[in-house]
């Protein structure tokens, strides 16, 4: 199981929020390259990243950060979410080496525009979907869906998605915990990959989500832990890696 390195890109500034919301967030580095590279080095092999802004403004603004952190990291695989909201974004990023684009609000508004995007990008769309309490969240978690989770899950695999991002929003950046049996729920439920999202906080976190890893969990996100210390990534890791062999 892969453990996922988070850099949330605010301003151009490498930044976690608490649930969401962009006025509540904590600045851990005025350089996102240089903390992109550190977590190379300590073993990650997949880095998230995140344009917060442009999630908000319906199109990228941290662009150029972006493609200095995928050349700077160039035999690590990367995937890009916040703003991607048509074909021209798509190509954007896969033309400076970004491996996956993730989709949010904009999947669950125009589901067809997730069938189009895997049909000429196929291989490289990633869905994400934010989630409280089995239903999926839109607009930066200010409003939650009539959609359940399991169900747009579905959709989306008959789609052609590589995977599913699953965020429990009731937990993210507030370290509580990870929420495996929603997480467990939603992979039994698809053939695809789920990486889990939201809530690690330790290793013991880990051990949890990888006695459930054969369940279809190929790994998860991590973020406010890392940068704050309760998980040292590198320890996390290694021991996912003993764990889910």
Avoid at 190 to 208: F, K
Wanted: net charge negative.
């Amino acid at each position: 199981m892969l453990l996922i390195p988070a850099i949330d890109l605010k301003d151009g500034k490498c930044v976690r929020l608490r649930q969401g919301k962009m006025e509540d967030d904590t600045v851990f580095s005025d350089d996102p390259v240089m903390m992109a590279k550190k977590w190379v080095a300590a073993g990650a092999s997949r880095l998230h990243l995140v344009d917060l802004n442009g999630a908000f403004e319906g199109k990228p603004v941290n662009g150029a950060v972006i493609e200095s952190i995928v050349a700077a990291c160039p035999d690590v695989t990367i995937q890009v979410g916040g703003g991607i909201r048509d074909e021209d974004t798509v190509q954007s990023y896969l033309d400076i080496g970004v491996q996956y684009c993730i989709l949010g609000t904009k999947a669950v508004n125009a589901p067809h525009f997730v069938s189009d995007l895997c049909l000429n990008f196929p291989g490289h769309i990633i869905v994400g979907l934010d989630a409280k309490d089995g239903k999926v969240a839109i607009d930066g978690w200010s409003k939650l869906s009539r959609h359940d989770v399991i169900d747009l899950a579905q959709h989306f695999e008959k789609d052609g998605v590589e995977a599913i991002i699953y965020t429990d929003i009731s937990r993210d950046g507030m370290m509580s915990g990870v929420n495996t049996e929603s997480t467990v729920k939603l992979a039994r439920a698809i053939n695809i990959p789920v990486i889990a999202s939201g809530g690690i906080t330790n290793l013991d976190d880990i051990r949890a989500l990888c006695q459930v890893a054969d369940e279809g969990i190929m790994g998860a996100i991590t973020g406010r832990a890392i940068y704050e210390g309760t998980l040292d990534f590198e320890q996390g890791q290694k021991l996912a890696d003993e764990l889910c062999r």
